[in-house]
């Protein structure tokens, strides 16, 4: 069993002071590592660019790496730092020594993570490279790798819109999953998706960000001490998705398996992620400085 976790910053967020940020990822980054201490990675997405950190370490051992701590001063000093997702790897098929099979996993566009395991990703890869283009390939063991590339697929080749590829993608699948990705097409979106495997995720308000992890304790404790006001839980039930768009502060919510004829794809607008009736939705921006 792994661990996958992550940060977004709405649009408009109220954190001033970075180290704060930083003081959270290492916890919850060493937090996390009780799924799995043979590898770990972690991606800083900003809109320019997206940079990633992994090794075969500990998350313990790789946040006093050298990279580590410049990729923090670098993504998390002076830019406007769109999100953060991470991974930590119990590894089943694929060696760490080859940092391709370690999270976050790149498949061209798609730079994802994974919890679970997927029991079809070899048949997956052969039966996809004789039609699939010039950029299928496979670039290490790990089965986690079948999802990004069917991803990265449907979006770039196949060109269906975001919640279409990862439906189409998980009807393909055997196995288990939750997982975390973002592209390079639109770096102002996490896109969560699970089937039973479990994805907690909190939001904020008073500050303007969202936390996801494995598991509730994880961010619990990478909060202790620390006044970030009103928590509200964001239900990713079985079996479904949301994406996360922080440029516009808005989501969009989907089911992964729905009857035939029948489609649920909702964006909301802004205001989604406060508990509120429809009618009444507020901003989704924090509220005025004191109120929580």
Not at 38 to 65: C, M, N, Q, Y
Not at 135 to 144: C, I, N
Not at 228 to 241: F, H, K, Q
Not at 257 to 271: C, D, I, L, M, N
């Amino acid at each position: 069993m792994c661990a996958i976790f992550g940060i977004g910053f709405l649009n408009g967020h109220r954190i001033v002071d970075m180290a704060r940020v930083r003081l959270i990822l290492d916890v919850l980054f060493k937090e996390s590592q009780s799924r799995g201490r043979r590898a770990s990675g972690i991606t800083f997405t900003t809109p320019h660019e997206i940079a990633i950190v992994k090794k075969d370490l500990s998350a313990d051992l790789l946040i006093s790496t050298d990279e580590y701590r410049d990729a923090c001063k670098k993504y998390m000093e002076g830019k406007r730092l769109v999100s953060i997702i991470g991974h930590c790897r119990y590894p089943t098929k694929g060696e760490p020594e080859d940092n391709n099979n370690n999270h976050p996993i790149v498949a061209r566009r798609v730079i994802g993570v994974h919890n679970g395991m997927i029991g079809n990703d070899d048949d997956l890869f052969d039966e996809y490279k004789s039609f699939a283009g010039k950029g299928w390939h496979r670039a290490g063991l790990v089965d986690s790798e079948i999802i990004f590339r069917l991803l990265d697929y449907y979006f770039y080749t196949d060109m269906q819109e975001p919640v279409d590829a990862i439906k189409t993608t998980c009807k393909n699948l055997t196995g288990s999953y939750a997982c975390a990705f973002v592209t390079t097409r639109d770096k102002y979106y996490i896109w969560l998706f699970r089937n039973h495997m479990p994805i907690s995720l909190m939001f904020y308000p008073k500050l303007g960000v969202v936390i996801f992890a494995s598991a509730k304790d994880f961010i619990n404790k990478s909060l202790y001490g620390l006044n970030l006001g009103r928590e509200v839980e964001i239900e990713v039930p079985t079996n479904s998705g949301i994406g996360i768009d922080l440029f516009n502060n808005s989501k969009t919510k989907f089911d992964l398996e729905k009857p035939v004829g029948v489609v649920k794809h909702s964006r909301q607008p802004a205001g989604f992620l406060v508990k509120s009736t429809p009618a009444t939705l507020p901003g989704i921006l924090p509220p005025p400085a004191g109120e929580e």
